[in-house]
């Protein structure tokens, strides 16, 4: 893998956001720099919009944007629940903004007032879907108020959510199965929940990321597939040596589909709005480098 042409497209192309998050991850960079970009994302109500998740330009805070802003906050190490970004983002979940009683929304209606890929269109009558509700229920266990009643909520879900993943075992939709995979960590950083058996959890994921990994690695190129990175971080995840074959060939895979300007090729279009997605495609293409990267590293310790 050639990371500097990685660091040069970084360098010429990327979203202030994630040229921040390349010095942090690759160049002693500092985490408040990532976070007070990261701010700009967050509104009022404390969600986040604007883009943050490229493939939907709506300003107006979401589920998904939120977690979206999660991921980087994990990415970076910030654990202080007192930090402005996470009190906002543990305001707006309180506030039960798209909430249903049982999951918030996948969608909002104002996505279809602003470019967007067309599974970011609003669907009134939405299936009921832990995505991005594993996630954000283990977010709430690790940086709310154990005395708060956002708490009391979030514990009550998680076990809701257990129950669900074990009745509807095993999954076809890898995004979900990722947020149950988080819920499993975060729930791992944080008090149990009563009623929801670690090892038993444990063992259920092992097998159900064997049941969605794409075994077909001759797809990999051009197909929206499956692959370990979306569950395995690092050789300390409790998912990596049941894995570590497939892991391997993802390095390899990584080497070897770099193209000439650093990047990897994205595999998915929009279909439609084509100026807004000719950039948003750039900036996916700066978030596959850092996760290559990032992953490809990561298996090399």
């Not at 007070?36 to 805070?61: K, M, T």
């Not at 249903?100 to 209606?109: D, K, L």
């Not at 080497?255 to 990047?263: V, Y």
Request: net charge negative; charged share 20%; hydrophobic share 35%.
């Amino acid at each position: 893998m050639n990371i500097e042409s990685a660091r040069e497209f970084i360098y010429k192309n990327a979203r202030p956001l994630d040229f921040a998050r390349w010095q942090y991850l690759f160049e002693n960079g500092t985490k408040e720099a990532v976070l007070r970009i990261l701010e700009a994302y967050q509104n009022e109500d404390g969600g986040f919009g604007h883009g943050l998740e490229a493939d939907c330009w709506n300003p107006n805070s979401s589920p998904v944007q939120t977690w979206a802003a999660t991921e980087i906050i994990r990415e970076v190490g910030l654990d202080d629940p007192e930090h402005p970004i996470i009190q906002g983002i543990l305001r707006y979940l309180a506030s039960m903004d798209c909430f249903n009683g049982h999951t918030w929304s996948n969608t909002i209606p104002s996505n279809d007032h602003y470019p967007h890929a067309p599974w970011w269109n609003y669907a009134p009558s939405q299936e009921l879907s832990y995505n991005p509700t594993a996630c954000l229920v283990g977010f709430i266990l690790k940086y709310a108020k154990r005395e708060s009643q956002l708490y009391t909520t979030a514990v009550g879900l998680a076990k809701e959510a257990y129950d669900f993943f074990q009745s509807n075992y095993p999954m076809d939709s890898m995004h979900t199965v990722s947020c149950f995979v988080e819920l499993y960590e975060y729930l791992s950083e944080c008090s149990p929940v009563e009623e929801i058996d670690r090892n038993e959890f444990e063992d259920l994921l092992q097998n159900q990321i064997q049941h969605v990994l794409t075994a077909d690695t001759s797809v990999w190129s051009t197909e929206y597939v499956c692959k370990p990175s979306l569950f395995i971080h690092s050789q300390k995840s409790a998912f990596y040596s049941a894995n570590r074959e497939i892991c391997n060939f993802e390095c390899e895979f990584i080497t070897k589909t770099q193209e000439k300007d650093g990047s990897w090729n994205v595999t998915w279009d929009w279909g439609e709005y084509p100026e807004q997605w000719h950039i948003s495609k750039n900036w996916w293409k700066s978030d596959l480098i850092l996760k290559n990267v990032k992953f490809y590293l990561a298996m090399q310790k």
